[in-house]
């Protein structure tokens, strides 16, 4: 009689069955379990390639967010992304333009062509902006009345106002502002910056998102996902609180002793699988993505714990003021996750397109403003008092800005081909403005820089060459800018 040998697991048994069959079966589950280890072949930079791609190598065992070392000197070692999601308005912030006043109540010139707003008005008048300006610091950058407090930092500022995109509504231009591309489905930045170098940290995700407000983000969660890469790469979402991560305390009831133990068991029986099955490299993700979650239980909640600041600090973030307390607890939330070494932290102010203005931008901005300057003000000279910003790169920006024509005759259309941004930090020489826009600040005139050329900048900072960095999928190498995208050398030399 033949001996039968019983399959000792689930997976075993499909492995097995059918001629092999089975395991196209098993492949399936563990691809939309943890994302396609064993289908993709990742080459990490200055890493070996994976064993995936060659049954008869040993397994990998290294950690997919282990540190690895940039293509060159990095001058950022983290990066904050202020997102004002919704799209702030340059010429009520940044970029003043006197002809638009003289203008204003008028069609745009005719020399501008045939132009249509993206909710397809077309000759609405010219809506003049109320601002008062001023210039500040020792460079004299002109800021607005609207933000007194980030003007204290315009010595330390890059103001792009050159910025040029191409998602016409609010989904298209927030995808692309995360990944580069109009259409959903690429990995993030941060995704593309966890996965090129990695975390300091073993106890917290490399990719962290936070937003001012229960509402829905536009797009969701798409906007950190690792999209063809390994989830393992995607952001991770906290929130305020006791628990921020769902699910991630130990339950009720539950010791600590208790949870260690069945993890140890859970380890032991995934580790002697992994042994006798070295060609299937997605378990050792997932043994790793559990023991993640595990340390993260002690330090992820003392990482958003304020009660150790101090009222000094409070008050430099604007805490202590219903108006500014919201985003003042994710700017200092932020400085406290850089200090522990978060590679990549995306900070929303406006969620669920509170900057969008298509009426009552003074009011709406007035707001908006009010709730963000302090804030992000504290988070600038926070970081300059504690040595940080060298090494920390702070970016602030939203999805497109807003055009000089009027809509509803009280605010402002999309506008994706001339906006403003800015960086700090991270190598960047502050105190000066980049590129330009016509006299009515519609289009970017001089010096635009795409979404890819901010990408790549940002890249650039933190040591990574964007056509370097590359991730093969079904076949082809993917890169972080499509293949695109040039460095602003301006950002470094002023």
């Excluded at 202020?82 to 203008?103: A, I, R, T, Y």
């Excluded at 305390?249 to 068991?265: A, I, N």
């Excluded at 380890?267 to 050792?284: F, I």
Aim: glycine letters at 10%.
């Amino acid at each position: 009689m033949a001996h039968i040998t019983i399959p000792r697991s689930r997976r075993e048994f499909l492995a097995r069955s059918g001629a092999g069959f089975g395991a196209v079966a098993l492949a399936g589950m563990s691809a939309q379990a943890s994302a396609e280890m064993t289908s993709v072949s990742a080459t990490l930079p200055n890493a070996p390639a994976s064993s995936a791609t060659d049954p008869n190598a040993p397994a990998q065992s290294t950690n997919p967010v282990a540190p690895k070392t940039p293509h060159f000197p990095a001058t950022a070692k983290r990066v904050i992304f202020l997102f004002m999601e919704g799209g702030p308005s340059q010429m009520d912030l940044f970029d003043p333009k006197p002809m638009l006043n003289k203008l204003a109540g008028q069609p745009i010139p005719e020399s501008f062509g045939e132009v249509i707003t993206a909710m397809g008005e077309m000759k609405s008048p010219l809506l003049a902006s109320q601002r008062k300006w001023k210039q500040h610091g020792e460079s004299g950058l002109w800021v607005s009345d609207w933000l007194p407090h980030i003007a204290e930092c315009a010595d330390d500022l890059a103001v792009i106002r050159s910025c040029v995109a191409d998602g016409i509504n609010h989904s298209a231009g927030v995808c692309q502002m995360n990944s580069c591309s109009i259409l959903s489905g690429r990995p993030s930045l941060g995704g593309w910056v966890s996965y090129g170098l990695g975390s300091e940290n073993e106890n917290l995700p490399a990719f962290v998102v936070m937003q001012d407000s229960n509402s829905q983000i536009v797009n969701g969660p798409r906007n950190w996902s690792a999209g063809f890469m390994p989830a393992v790469y995607q952001g991770t979402r906290l929130s305020e609180g006791s628990q921020p991560i769902p699910y991630l305390s130990t339950p009720e009831g539950f010791s600590q002793q208790r949870q260690v133990s069945k993890l140890d068991f859970l380890n032991q029986l995934n580790h002697q699988y992994a042994d006798r099955h070295p060609e299937q490299s997605e378990l050792e993700a997932r043994i790793a993505s559990y023991e993640l979650a595990f340390r993260m239980q002690s330090e992820a909640p003392e990482a958003i714990d304020l009660s150790d600041e101090s009222e000094e600090t409070l008050e430099l973030y604007g805490i202590n003021d219903k108006k500014t307390a919201s985003y003042g607890r994710l700017c200092l939330l932020g400085r406290r996750l850089a200090q522990r070494d978060v590679r990549f932290i995306q900070l929303y102010s406006g969620a669920g397109s509170k900057w969008d203005s298509h009426d009552h931008i003074e009011r709406n901005h007035g707001d908006m403003c009010q709730g963000m300057d302090k804030p992000v003000a504290g988070l600038l000279k926070d970081l300059k008092r504690l040595g940080m910003l060298d090494d920390t790169l702070v970016v602030w920006g939203g999805e497109f800005g807003r055009t000089p024509m009027s809509e509803k005759g009280s605010g402002r259309d999309h506008n994706p081909s001339g906006f403003t941004m800015w960086m700090a930090g991270g190598g960047v020489k502050g105190g000066q403005t980049i590129g330009a826009t016509d006299e009515l600040g519609f289009r970017a005139t001089e010096n635009p820089q795409h979404v890819r050329d901010l990408h790549t900048s940002i890249l650039h900072l933190l040591g990574l060459d964007n056509m370097q960095l590359s991730y093969d999928y079904q076949g082809r190498p993917e890169r972080p800018t499509i293949n695109e995208g040039r460095f602003c050398q301006q950002l470094v030399t002023g």
